[in-house]
């Protein structure tokens, strides 16, 4: 499993009421939710971000409520992966669960800059960036993650599609 893709680069405390402001609550439809990712902070966020792009955050991302609303509106926005020097743990565990990438390495977070193209190998957790030719190293997924992520999520894995 790979990713590559341009990074979009974030702070600390990124929280869910950013990545998906609550007055878009009232829909769990996934495009719905894209079309207003990252708004609040990021106003240009949907008019620039293309498949496979990434992004790149620094401690305590997805911090905040517990809504899965949050990684369902990343996923659909077509971002493959999330790279942060720590997850708020509910944001982590909703990520995998929907079958969305998310990788915490610090080196990374502190080292990569927004325009970078970053290439990620999901099975040794090498994140090569590839503007900067420099390799960091994150914890690679164990088989049962990398399950859940092939099979688009927890409940696929469970039914075994």
Partial sequence: MQAKGKVHKYMDNVDTDVIIPARYLNTSVPAELAAHCMEDIDAEFTKKVKAG????????????????HAPIAIKA?????????????IFYRNAINIGLPIMEC????????DGDEVEIDFDTGKI??????????????PEFIKEIINKN?????IKGA
């Fill in 106 to 113: 610090r080196e990374a977070s502190e080292k990569i800059e």
């Fill in 153 to 157: 999520g927890l409940l696929n894995s």
């Fill in 53 to 68: 792009d990434i992004i790149v955050a620094h401690n305590n991302f997805g911090c905040g409520s517990s809504r899965e």
């Fill in 128 to 141: 090569h960036n590839l503007t900067k030719n420099e390799t960091y190293q994150a914890e690679p997924f």
């Fill in 77 to 89: 926005s077509e971002i493959s992966c999330v790279i942060a020097a720590t997850f708020a743990r």
